[in-house]
């Protein structure tokens, strides 16, 4: 399986972008998928993600601003992110997940950069 993320870029504050993650294969196979992102300096984050049932969780950072959303037919989950800030500049990964028992497994696309100037 193979994810590949698209849409980052430089974006003023307050603007929006929207983050598409393409996988392989059906989405369906994951027990979730979701977004993560990494600012310089700082770990990894978890920003948002959405179960296979379609629950969505969202990081209080962003609530409020970013929606997480899925097409199956496309076999893509997006992230809208609107009313961006300076703080949310990051790369951002897409991710999937098998949970299969107690253990769990992460597949990880490569990174797409958001910048958010001030």
């Known amino acids: 399986v193979q994810l590949q993320a698209y849409g980052g870029g430089l974006v003023q504050a307050g603007g929006s972008l929207r983050l598409s993650c393409v996988a392989s294969?059906?989405?369906?196979?994951?027990?979730?998928m979701g977004w993560y992102r990494e600012a310089p300096g700082k770990q990894r984050e978890l920003v948002s993600s959405?179960?296979?049932?379609?629950?969505?969780n969202y990081a209080d950072s962003v609530k409020g601003r970013f929606t997480i959303s899925r097409d199956s037919a496309k076999n893509t989950v997006y992230l809208q992110m609107n009313s961006l800030k300076p703080e949310d500049t990051a790369v951002y990964y897409c991710?999937?997940?098998?949970?299969?028992?107690?253990?769990?497994?992460?597949?990880w696309g490569h990174g797409t950069k958001v910048t958010v100037s001030s």
């Open positions: 294969g059906n989405i369906f196979q994951f027990s979730s």
């Open positions: 959405i179960s296979k049932g379609g629950n969505t």
């Open positions: 991710n999937a997940r098998y949970d299969i028992g107690r253990n769990s497994l992460n597949v």
